[in-house]
């Protein structure tokens, strides 16, 4: 399994850059923005503030900033808190100051990624909070906005999860569709152990306890317990007994997380936090 640091790094500006200015074309289109071209005078300039409306955690900043140096190199974007802070309602994120039409030209995508990857930081840190004082971590999965995986993996960070796999070529996870192909779980990791290369890590996700049996007899490293109940779970904690890491996956809500966690597996990966985490509403306010 791929896991992050608990906040680390924004990604490379090489990564982020593209996706905002793809963000920022869609946006302005053929003519810019004409609106704010007709209203306000070319050379007036102003102080904005990005502002929290709700309680959260921040992440996105990094794509912000990007936005309105991308609409105009000159703006000054400073910010008052960093990715991964907590937010009550009114509290000022972060100023921005130069020509005012060109504020108002980034301000839309710039509040899009703010707000969206906000919300992914809030809903993580939701969990994870939840299972404070278990040994249980909080990762994320594939299920991500096309497009926006580095940012919203990133963004899990942000609110204290971790991170699973960024894609299919980073690590193996022989998933059930894999194991009826191959007629099995056993010959299944056979194929992959004859023509994998020593670093790459192997997950097996079991739907049985007898599943997970033949799976220890293995010695697969990582075994992904699959929407059970948390008897199973503890169950299958017991049975493993160390000799595997376990993680949990399916069904992760925040009025079931804790139990799950409680059940003493390793990891609980959560689809949730990215494709269906709430919008954290932030402001641009002059």
């Known amino acids: 399994m791929t896991l992050g640091t608990a906040l680390g790094r924004p990604p490379p500006v090489l990564l982020i850059e593209p996706v905002v200015r793809r963000a920022l074309e869609e946006d302005l289109g053929r003519a810019g923005d004409i609106t704010s071209d007709l209203i306000v005078p070319a050379d007036q300039s102003g102080t904005a503030k990005l502002v929290a409306r ?169 075994i992904l317990l699959d929407n059970m109940m948390p008897a199973e779970l503890e169950n299958a904690v017991q049975r493993a007994s160390g000799r595997a890491v376990l993680e949990a996956s399916g069904g992760i809500a925040i009025d079931t997380v804790r139990a799950i966690a409680e059940t003493g597996v390793d990891y609980i990966s959560s689809g949730a936090i990215t494709h269906s985490a709430r919008n954290l509403d932030v402001g641009l306010d002059f």
């Open 54 to 222: 709700v309680p959260g955690t921040i992440a996105g900043l990094c794509c912000a900033e990007c936005a309105f140096h991308l609409m105009d190199v000159s703006l000054r974007f400073d910010p008052v808190l960093r990715d991964g802070s907590g937010v009550v309602p009114g509290e000022i994120i972060a100023r921005i100051t130069g020509r005012t039409r060109a504020i108002l030209g980034a301000e839309r995508v710039a509040l899009n990624f703010l707000g969206h990857l906000s919300g992914v930081a809030t809903a993580t840190q939701q969990l994870v909070d939840a299972v404070a004082g278990t040994k249980a971590r909080i990762v994320c999965t594939r299920k991500t906005t096309p497009g926006l995986r580095v940012l919203e993996k990133y963004a899990v960070r942000c609110g204290g999860g971790f991170n699973h796999r960024f894609g299919l070529d980073d690590a193996v996870l022989i998933k059930d569709n894999h194991i009826a192909a191959a007629g099995g779980i056993t010959p299944a990791v056979e194929r992959v152990r004859r023509a994998l290369g020593h670093m790459v890590e192997i997950e097996v996700e079991v739907d049985t306890l007898d599943q997970l049996e033949e799976a220890l007899s293995l010695n697969v490293r990582t």
